[in-house]
T-cell receptor, first 107, second 115 residues
Framework: GIQVEQSPPDLILQEGANSTLRCNFS?????LQWFHQNPWGQLINLFY???GTKQNGRLSATTVATERYSLLYISSSQTTDSGVYFC?????????FGTGTSLTVIP | DTGVSQDPRHKITKRGQNVTFRCDPI?????LYWYRQTLGQGPEFLTY????????KSRLLSDRFSAERPKGSFSTLEIQRTEQGDSAMYLC?????????????FGPGTRLTVL
């Protein structure tokens, strides 16, 4: 199956800092989503972004489908941004998740 | 629109027992997905339904696992003869299934512990 790699695996930031999370995938996809899993385990949809760029407040995402990667940008990070960020891709009917980036934002 | 709900939120069972989980998707969402997530890993796809039809099953889904969506609304996931390796968070997601924007929305999950 398709390989989905996320980097970095762990990230610690001071509140107010910016960060970039990366998702690489090994095959063409027709669907890509970014999720934030909060400390209680709830997966929250951030972006549906199979291609192009989107912005939502302090978050933005870019997917370059032809080069098989996606980036999630977090600006002016807050402690509530802490948690694990996953990208999920769908080459056919089945979704594949990466192993996630664990983000800790310290005050 | 109350979001995706799952019941129960936690389940503790003894090895060898059967368990059943329920998922209620967002109304009018015709796609429903089941995933399993273990500690430190991303969710792993188990199966998905388009309305009442089960269209795809992962090789992870052994014959002890069965899922149904009898009327194209709620779904159940049953695990027979549970094993300790079945301990995990079981997640359900739903989507509209439109080609242009098939966004998944997840429920809070059911955490299963097999003793």
């Amino acid at each position: 199956g398709i390989q989905v790699e996320q980097s970095p695996p762990d990230l610690i930031l001071q509140e107010g800092a910016n960060s970039t999370l990366r998702c690489n995938f090994s095959d063409s996809v027709n669907n890509l989503q970014w999720f934030h899993q909060n400390p209680w385990g709830q997966l929250i949809n951030l972006f549906y972004i199979p291609s192009g760029t989107k912005q939502n407040g302090r978050l933005s995402a870019t997917t370059v489908a032809t080069e098989r990667y996606s980036l999630l940008y977090i600006s002016s990070s807050q402690t509530t941004d802490s948690g694990v960020y996953f990208c999920a891709v769908r080459p056919g009917n089945q979704f594949y998740f990466g192993t996630g980036t664990s983000l800790t934002v310290i005050p | 629109d109350t979001g995706v709900s799952q019941d129960p939120r936690h389940k503790i069972t003894k090895r060898g027992q059967n368990v059943t989980f329920r998922c209620d998707p967002i109304s009018e969402h015709n796609r429903l997905y089941w995933y399993r997530q273990t500690l430190g890993q991303g969710p792993e796809f188990l199966t998905y339904f388009q309305n009442e039809a089960q269209l795809e099953k992962s090789r992870l889904l052994s014959d002890r696992f069965s899922a149904e969506r009898p009327k194209g609304s709620f779904s159940t996931l049953e695990i027979q003869r549970t094993e300790q390796g079945d301990s995990a968070m079981y997640l359900c997601a739903s989507s509209l299934g439109q080609a242009s924007t098939d966004t998944q929305y997840f429920g809070p999950g059911t955490r299963l512990t097999v003793l």
